[in-house]
């Protein structure tokens, strides 16, 4: 039984669809984070989710019931905007009871609820101050304060920490889970930022042009990702890509070639039956993280550019032969002078195959 | 260097030259207002006088102006309440809403403003005299009501533009309905537009003349049409004249300056984000 539905939604302005045919459905409870470049409709998606945006076509069902066309406020969802919106002319306790005002709730109840919102962020000091007295990180508290304490079914995020710091984005990411934790009501979260999504997620929806890549854990993208696109959204750094032209197809097993390989062919299993035949092109990915440097079976030859030391680990740019630039993150600080042949490994399970048309084999 | 300062020297002489231009019917009105019958009407004028204040006991004395004074001050009120009461709201439609013939109706409260207010004086006067509203408030109220529309619509609508949209969105989904939504956050947000255009409302209605010359007789006569009635046939009393007409500019000009700065920003909101 899902709790939040979508049924084939679209959304159109004039001739251009900025949602092509969404379907997909959240558990009760569940953290649901939709990503996506920008412009690939997934704030466009959450508005829709809110009301704020018409549908062009399919539905939308919350707790079993078709809200298409129902009022924002009578969906009971709460929604937290990217720029806060709180409300500059009234104080933090104002903008907190506005929602439970307009619902004409009691004003004992009123301060109960305020008070209670404002324990649980940590905001109960902030309560007579207007919205330009406070940090970024104190309207972003507030915002979501205005959002518990209407209690509704669907919490709404857009985008919510791109406005602050690093260092606070990271802060408030921990406390949105622990909030999740804490409540236990379904949350919507667009971003992106694939660390927030697969930090937060439950479930992530990868979109790219109004159409859905790939639904699943964060562990099942970044493992198994459908196609390219999605392979090359989750993990960063990003996932390495190597163009090959496959020279020996077997049924679960492909041989692949090019300059970039240690002694110029790879053979690899496959995740799935493919169609592939002798003489297509693929795409071999490896994600920077699975690469081992001085390997003793090397499958890459490359020539090492530069290495950036971040501390712990360090990232090291490599260029192949008839390839891309590519990326090695390894732990520690291994001496690499420039033009230095890497003899590069990766385990077998790690490596991911590509079709022509980009999806996964 | 030396062309910098003297540029300066020239800007500031330009200055005061438009100063000096446009404040010296003012200075003029003002200073006579204070001279007696002889001083007003010797040639050459004369610069330094014994001030009176004669002309306005007269003028006090005389019920005509007071009673002026209160019809300006009703027509000024009333135009200014209505104007803001329907234009705001109308303003907010024109801000937020797409609706079918919307610029239409934009360019059409803007054109408003390009027409002489001459050109229509005749028209006015026919639909007055025949609807039988020549000589009330009302008529007053309702012309004035057409040139101070669309001065409160342009600044209020720009004004809403500036509102983010997210605001009225997060009220939405709070439960407001779209009149509690112009209510709480667009009317308190947007107040100093609201209140620039309300202070441009009364100052055109309290300042017109044509109109109120056309379309009032004895009951409804509004102080700047007192002012100009004293000129008869017969004679001229300068000091009456122009004691009125001090009495009429002094409050608006005072009220301006108090609210220069918030006009400035009405008038320039919008320009930048």
Redesign the interface.
């Known amino acids: 039984m899902s709790f939040l539905r979508l049924d084939n939604v679209v959304k159109r302005y004039g001739e251009h669809s900025a949602v092509q045919g969404v379907s997909f459905s959240a558990e009760k409870g569940e953290f649901v984070v939709f990503v996506g470049p920008s412009g690939c409709g997934k704030s466009t998606l959450l508005r829709m989710i809110?009301?704020?945006e018409e549908i062009s076509d399919g539905d939308v069902l919350i707790d079993e019931k078709i809200v298409t066309h129902v009022?924002?406020?009578r969906r009971e969802?709460?929604?937290v905007?990217q720029?806060y919106?709180l409300?500059?002319?009234m104080s933090v306790f104002e903008n907190l009871a506005?929602?439970l005002r307009?619902?004409k709730t009691k004003e004992d109840e009123i301060k109960r609820r305020v008070a209670e919102a404002a324990r649980i962020l940590q905001i109960e000091m902030l309560l007579e101050r207007k919205p330009r007295q406070l940090s970024g990180g104190q309207r972003q508290r507030v915002a979501i304060g205005?959002a518990i304490v209407?209690n509704p079914k669907l919490f709404l995020f857009d985008e919510p920490l791109s406005n602050l710091d690093a260092e606070l984005r990271t802060q408030m990411r921990v406390e949105i889970a622990k909030l999740h934790r804490a409540l236990g009501v379904t949350m919507v979260y667009v971003t992106h930022d694939q660390i927030e999504a697969m930090t937060l997620a439950d479930r992530i929806v990868v979109l790219r042009a109004g159409l859905v890549e790939q639904v699943g854990t964060p562990t099942e993208l970044y493992d198994n990702p459908a196609n390219i696109f999605v392979a090359g959204f989750i993990g960063s750094p990003k996932m390495n890509f190597i163009p090959a032209v496959v020279t020996g197809a077997a049924d679960r097993q492909l041989t692949v070639s090019c300059p970039a390989f240690a002694g110029g062919t790879l053979t690899v299993a496959t995740k799935r039956q493919h169609q592939v035949k002798p003489g297509d092109t693929v795409t071999v990915g490896m994600r920077p993280e699975h690469l081992e440097l001085q390997s003793a079976t090397p499958v890459l030859s490359l020539k090492a550019d530069f290495a950036e030391y971040l501390g712990g680990a360090s990232q090291i740019y490599a260029l192949p032969e008839g390839a891309p630039m590519m990326t090695i993150v390894v732990p520690g600080r291994p001496a690499i002078a420039r033009n230095d042949t890497l003899p590069i490994g990766i385990a077998p399970q790690h490596i991911y195959l590509f079709d022509s048309q980009g999806l996964g084999i | 260097m030396m062309s910098m300062t003297l540029r300066r020297i020239l800007h500031g002489l330009g200055l005061l030259i438009v100063l000096c231009f446009t404040l010296f019917p003012f200075y003029w009105m003002v200073s006579s207002s204070f001279k007696d019958q002889t001083d007003l009407l010797a040639s050459p004028p004369v610069w330094f006088f014994t001030p009176t204040l004669s002309n306005y006991t007269d003028i006090f004395a005389d019920e005509k102006v007071s009673g002026a004074i209160v019809n300006s001050l009703v027509v000024a009120t009333l135009t200014t309440a209505l104007s803001v009461i329907l234009g705001a709201p109308a303003a907010y439609a024109l801000a937020r809403f797409n609706f079918r013939g919307k610029s239409d109706l934009w360019f059409w409260f803007i054109s408003n403003r390009m027409i002489s207010p001459i050109v229509l004086a005749l028209p006015v006067y026919v639909l007055a005299l025949q609807l039988k509203l020549l000589d009330t408030h009302l008529v007053l109220i309702l012309i004035y009501l057409t040139f101070n529309l669309p001065i409160v619509v342009w600044i209020c609508t720009d004004q809403f533009r500036s509102i983010p949209i997210e605001l009225e969105q997060a009220a939405r989904l709070d439960g407001a309905d779209q009149f509690t939504i112009f209510r709480k956050i667009y009317v308190p947000l947007g107040l100093p537009g609201i209140a620039v255009s309300a202070i441009f409302s009364f100052i055109f209605s309290w300042n017109e003349l044509l109109y109120a010359l056309v379309l009032t007789r004895r009951n409804v006569q509004t102080a700047p049409v007192i002012a100009t009635s004293f000129m008869s046939g017969y004679e001229l009393p300068w000091g009456k004249i122009m004691a009125t007409g001090t009495v009429i500019v002094l409050p608006v000009t005072i009220f301006a300056l108090l609210v220069s700065k918030h006009m400035v920003r009405g008038l320039t909101m919008g320009a930048t984000k």
């Open positions: 809110a009301g704020l009022e924002p406020a969802v709460a929604m905007f720029s919106a409300y500059p002319h506005f929602g307009m619902v205005r209407r």
